[in-house]
């Protein structure tokens, strides 16, 4: 049976959009399954691994596992994919229970970070592998084989071995050996990490391109924040064994939820203080007032937060303003200030990395400015400046 993959392109659901049951229907029904862990812990020995995990990811969304190495990552995907049992918990994969299903009874296929191709095989020989296992007869292997090599651009190269191909075409094979088996779910473990900078990039967006293509669910770990940012439709920021925030790649970089997420995932500037005063603004958000050591008072946006707790407010180093003389006073009175002493100047292409050092707290920050507007500024190392910056960009975080 052919696999209309022009049908299918056609019939894509929007996956940033994967939040209503109609799209999830939709992608159930091009055979998607969403995964769900409930209470998910993995000990071994008396090391916990992964403890009281509970993460629901819709059917045909592309979701990034993202921390630091050892926080729990490929465990839970090892978990998901049947390669590790549960200490205790349940895993779902659509509505059925899994936990007792050896990985080949999962409907899941799993991407590894070395491709994992079997070196004396040809590219037909490995891509056909899955099917002959399953018995797949001849005559629909050779038909699934060579749509799916056709599809990443690499029907030519059925005969040639593992080794006469380049690193993205490997890629693209281990890819292809994946899908082949028609899985609901496809796992991914740093699929990118042997690739050049260069391509990484471009399997990037191939790969999000055949997840939209073929409207599967894809797990992927990586501690790349850039990758995943570009990939996902949910990204599950996690640390030592728990996860500390669920959230879109754009919710995520507005908003993130703790000290360790906006540390990890963009170089945030970040304060800690008591909090001394909350006053009511937009009927969203509270003005929330930190007194912080050495500064005084620093403002954020919060909610419902209780007067007298020791917290945190976080800034990106996009959002801090350099004050010049000329420059107007903002019309929202909170705002805040700091004097500051240029560090280090670092040019990185388009952006400009400053990192300055706080005259009162010696806090290090950074700030991140166009390269042609840092141009125009005429600044250098050693200067003192005023750095400002709204209470609205600045997110308050609870302890
Ligand atoms: P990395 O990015 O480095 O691959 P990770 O986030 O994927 O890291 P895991 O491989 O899931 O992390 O490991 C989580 C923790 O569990 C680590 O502290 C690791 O040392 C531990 N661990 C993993 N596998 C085993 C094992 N088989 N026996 C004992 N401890 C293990």
Same mark, same amino acid.
């Given at each position: ?7 299918l ?25 969403g ?25 045909g ?34 509505d ?21 191709l ?9 891509v ?35 080794d ?56 992927? @770990? ?8 570009? =990939? !996902?439709?949910?990204? %599950? *920021? $996690?640390?030592?064994?728990h ?23 963009g ?11 909350v ?89 991140? @400015? ?5 141009s125009?500024?005429? =600044? !250098?190392?050693?200067? %003192? *400046? $005023? ?13």
């Amino acid at each position: 049976m052919a696999l209309d993959t022009q049908n299918l392109a056609s019939t894509q659901p929007k996956l940033s959009q994967l939040d209503t049951a109609g799209d999830i229907q939709e992608a159930v029904a091009r055979g998607a399954a969403g995964v769900s862990l409930r209470s998910v812990t993995k000990k071994y020995g008396n090391f916990t691994a992964i403890e009281n995990l509970t993460l629901d990811i819709p059917a045909g969304s592309y979701c990034c596992l993202l921390g630091p190495s050892g926080c729990g990552k490929t465990t839970t995907l090892r978990m998901v994919a049947g390669h590790e049992p549960v200490t205790n918990g349940d895993v779902y994969i659509g509505d059925r229970r899994v936990n007792a299903l050896p990985p080949a009874k999962r409907n899941t296929a799993m991407m590894f970070q070395n491709y994992a191709l079997f070196p004396h095989k040809t590219v037909w020989q490995n891509v056909e592998f899955g099917l002959r296992m399953r018995g797949i007869n001849t005559a629909e292997r050779q038909v699934r084989v060579s749509e799916i090599l056709e599809l990443v651009g690499l029907g030519h190269t059925g005969d040639r071995k593992p080794d006469q191909l380049s690193g993205g075409q490997q890629q693209r094979i281990a890819l292809a050996r994946a899908l082949v088996t028609r899985p609901q779910v496809l796992m991914l473990d740093e699929p990118l990490s042997a690739l050049d900078e260069n391509l990484r990039v471009r399997m990037r967006s191939e790969l999000r391109n055949i997840q939209k293509q073929f409207g599967l669910t894809f797990i992927q @770990v990586t501690h790349h924040v850039e990758e995943a940012f570009s =990939l !996902s439709d949910q990204i %599950v *920021v $996690m640390d030592h064994g728990h996860i500390d925030q669920v959230a879109t790649p754009t919710e995520l970089f507005e908003a993130p939820a703790s000290r360790f997420v906006a540390r990890f995932i963009g170089d945030n500037n970040i304060f800690e203080g008591k909090v001394v005063n909350v006053i009511p603004d937009d009927g969203t958000f509270d003005v929330i007032e930190l007194d912080v050591e050495g500064l005084g008072s620093v403002f954020s946006r919060g909610q419902a937060v209780p007067v007298g707790q020791t917290a945190a407010c976080s800034v990106r180093p996009d959002l801090l303003a350099i004050v010049t003389s000329s420059e107007e006073q903002s019309s929202f009175t909170k705002d805040n200030h700091l004097t500051a002493r240029i560090v280090d100047v670092e040019l990185t292409g388009y952006v400009t990395r400053v990192g300055l050092l706080s005259e009162a707290t010696g806090q290090e920050l950074l700030y991140k @400015v166009r390269t042609s507007d840092w141009s125009r500024m005429g =600044l !250098s190392e050693g200067q %003192v *400046v $005023m750095l400002r910056w709204s209470a609205h960009d600045c997110v308050f975080l609870p302890y």
